[in-house]
């Protein structure tokens, strides 16, 4: 019955990725704030912005930045609660297993504020020498809280960013920006055929639990899932083929046409010089904060 479990769990799985896919889209829809806005404009902000936050090292910048992001969902019409979700169930985890050991004294010396764990005297275990007591020290706190406050910023502004876009009018974006046509050719054919395999994984599943009756050995369900993947690679090369020859059949030559058609507005050239003047000033007034 577990590895029965484990596959009923991996199906939902896919099945969530192409339900919250979907609920995306929703959102792009939208007439928000940066829905209206030139999709190649917000390319080149977002990303002025993320290499913004890798240049901040103080909190009060760096969340700034971070509260910036909560007002352009708002104006973006992006419900807060699912927005906070998207970004706060991402980065306790990513960021607890680098932080948590990076703040006390055994990986960041410095000065102690709370001790943990005393002993009699020093350990030492090969090359390695653990002091007497292990420590939270003020300066591993203040680079944990610097980097959980950059994860956070720079996630907030990724999921903005994806969600209140289509997939489709990135890549024409980015072909707008003279990005190689191979390259984006690469990725949206990928981002169309991702969800076909995994429909088609959810179909070789559904097929075969429909004709089970009762629950095989651990040994049968792991061979069965060796030859699904197995399978769906050979497909995988199969479909390449027949979509490129459908493609040439049709007159493909190469370049990677797109039915959206960009017209820059004033708010567009007013949105980028806004943040460019914004990171700027943010950028020069942390490094005077710091001298």
Do not use: C
Not at 118 to 133: C, D, M, V
Not at 142 to 164: D, K
Request: charge should be positive.
């Amino acid at each position: 019955m577990a590895s029965t479990t484990f596959l009923d769990k991996t199906l939902l799985a896919i099945t969530r990725i192409t339900e919250q896919s979907l609920f995306s889209e929703k959102f792009a829809n939208r007439r928000g704030f940066l829905q209206s806005l030139d999709i190649r404009f917000q390319l080149v902000t977002f990303l002025f912005i993320l290499v913004l936050i890798s240049f901040l090292h103080t909190p009060q910048s760096l969340w700034l930045v971070y509260g910036a992001s909560l007002l352009l969902a708002v104006f973006s019409r992006i419900p807060l609660r699912f927005f906070l979700m998207r970004v706060w169930l991402f980065v306790p985890i990513f960021t607890a297993a680098i932080v948590l050991p990076a703040i006390l004294n055994v990986v960041t010396p410095g000065d102690t504020l709370w001790v943990l764990v005393k002993f009699s005297h020093p350990l030492t275990w090969g090359p390695y020498r653990i002091p007497a007591e292990i420590a939270v020290t003020q300066q591993g706190l203040r680079a944990g809280v610097v980097f959980v406050s950059r994860v956070a910023a720079s996630v907030s502004f990724a999921v903005l960013f994806t969600i209140t876009h289509r997939w489709s009018d990135i890549f024409a974006g980015l072909r707008g920006l003279f990005v190689p046509r191979i390259l984006v050719m690469t990725l949206s054919m990928t981002e169309r055929y991702l969800f076909v395999f995994l429909r088609l994984i959810q179909d070789m599943y559904r097929a075969r639990k429909s004709r089970t009756i009762r629950p095989f050995p651990a040994s049968i369900e792991r061979s069965w899932i060796a030859s699904r993947i197995g399978i769906t690679f050979r497909k995988s090369v199969e479909m390449s083929e027949d979509v490129y020859k459908a493609m040439l059949s049709r007159g493909f030559q190469g370049e990677f046409r797109s039915i959206n058609r960009f017209h820059s507005r004033f708010v567009d050239y007013l949105w980028l010089a806004t943040v460019l003047i914004a990171g700027g000033i943010l950028l020069m007034s942390e490094r005077g904060m710091v001298r």
